[in-house]
Every structure is written in structure tokens, then in C-alpha cells.
């Protein structure tokens, strides 16, 4: 196709072009990453209520996702507004990054300060996006690892918010990592993504169980296992213990620190996802590299 032949003799277009992409779907995951925990509390307190027919007290976004039909709650209605007063965020007040610095980080309405974050979040996934596209070129595979890495940026954060992992994006996000092995997009070999995915699930999960049975208390949420599994699935077997070295070791610090530095209480969970997306963001771009250069430092490479 002539749009291909341009993309590929023309680098420098294609990877502003994936850049200027990556910070438009970067302000749809700041959306995400708000609403969709909100969603799922919505739907579960529907479910629960359906069989336990209790009222409960409600975040007054809960409140108008499940008590007013008429008012839609999704990742498409309503509008974005100003959550101090309301005010409906106008299209050229979301322009990614543009905005927040043109508004000088405040509501135009009530001059409520906007967190630096939401242009954070923007920038990031435009240049981990850029990184995807200069590493793997112009091909479904580039396709198929932005829609990946993309949804690890909506998991880390919703992890982040709200220790939770939803099921709604990991569990598709496994079967499309097997899908693009078995049509051949992905570089790893179906017999790999699915002993990945199997090992992914099942390593976590026993040391879940292990840890429980020791210690009385539950390490991490069944979250972890299936996104460990995602990462298999995408990444093959011969991946997963540099993954979850790297996982373990910045957890670990970063942990210690919070509790040594900001006296966290070490009693508060901490979330592991975010971790685990990060390590695997990295074997991804740098994991042959990494392990070739083990090897080589034990003498066997």
C-alpha cells in the first residue's frame, strides 16, 4: 500500500505522527483511568444490590451512574468537566498538554488548579509509543504492541489509584497476545506465548498460596497473576523470570523507601502491577539485550 512505502521512507513523519497519537490516547486513558474504576464500582453495587436490596452511600459520580439512567457514566458521556464546579471542559481545553500549559494548570472557570499528572500521563504514553515505533517499525506487530503497551499504561495507574486490575482489559489483552502469535504478527511462537501465559499465572499464583499458608495474609491480588500471564502471553517463557526480577527489585525499593522515607505505614498493600507493566515494557524493548548480556557475565554466552 502507498501509505506503508510513504510510512517507511519517511521515519521522521511516522514517528511524530505516532507521537502526536500517543498523547491524543494518552488523554483518553487519563478518562480511563478516572471513570472505568468508578464503572466497575457502579456495576458491582448494581449486582449486589439485586440480590441484597441495600441502599449504600455513593460518590455523587456513583450516584449518577446508578441512579440516573437518563445521565449515561462511561468512557464517552458525560463530557469532562471540572470536578470542583462542573464546568464542561471545552474541545480546545483538551488539547494534550497544549491545554495544561496554555490554562497555566487551572480550571478556566474557577481557577482550580488541574494536576500536573494529566499531561504526565500524556507525554509518557506519546513517548513509549514513539519508543514502539522506532524499535519495530512500520508492521501489524508495532500496531498490535502500542494497543499493548498502551493498556499496561491504563492497568498501572488504575493499579495505582485503586489496587485494582480489571479483568474487562487483562483478559482480552492475554487472548490477543495469543492471537497475535498464532496469525504470526507477534515475533514469539504460539508453544511459547502459551507455556508464558500458563507459567505467568501459575508462578504467581503459588507463591500466592505459599506466602498465605506462611504467613497467614494474602501477598498480592489474583490481578498480579493474570497480568503476569498477559506479559507471557506477549513475551514468551524465556521472559518472564528477567520480568519478574526486575519487578521484584524496583518493588522492593521503592517500598522500603516509602516506608523509610515517608513512614508509610508497611501494613498499607502496595500495588504490584505497575511493576510488573514496567519490567515488562523493558523486557520487551531490551530483554534479549539484557539476557544475552547475563549470559555472556556467567560464561555462557
Known sequence: MQIIFFLENNPLFFLSF??????????????????????????????????????EQESPQEKIAADEPSTPFNLATPRSSCPHCGHQIKAIENIPIVSWLFLQAKCSNCSTYISVRYPLVELFTGLISTLIAYYFGVSLLTLSLLFFSWSLIALSFIDFDTQLLPDDITLPLLWLGLLSSLLEISKINISDAL???????LSLWTVFQLFKILTGKEGMGYGDFKLFAVLGAWMGWQMLPLILFLSAIVGAIVGISLIIILGRDKNIPIPF????????????IWGPQINQLYLAGVGIG
Not at 491524543?24 to 486513558?29: H, V
Not at 502491577?273 to 520487551?284: E, I, K, N, R, W
Open 18 to 55: 505516532i507521537f502526536v497519537l500517543g498523547l491524543t490516547i494518552g488523554s483518553f486513558l487519563n478518562v480511563v483511568v478516572y471513570r472505568y474504576p468508578i464503572m466497575l464500582k457502579t456495576r458491582w453495587k448494581q449486582e449486589c444490590k439485586e440480590f441484597l436490596a441495600e441502599q
Open 195 to 201: 507455556i508464558g501465559a500458563m507459567l505467568g499465572y
Open 273 to 284: 502491577g505497575p511493576y510488573l507493566a514496567a519490567a515488562g515494557f523493558v523486557a520487551l
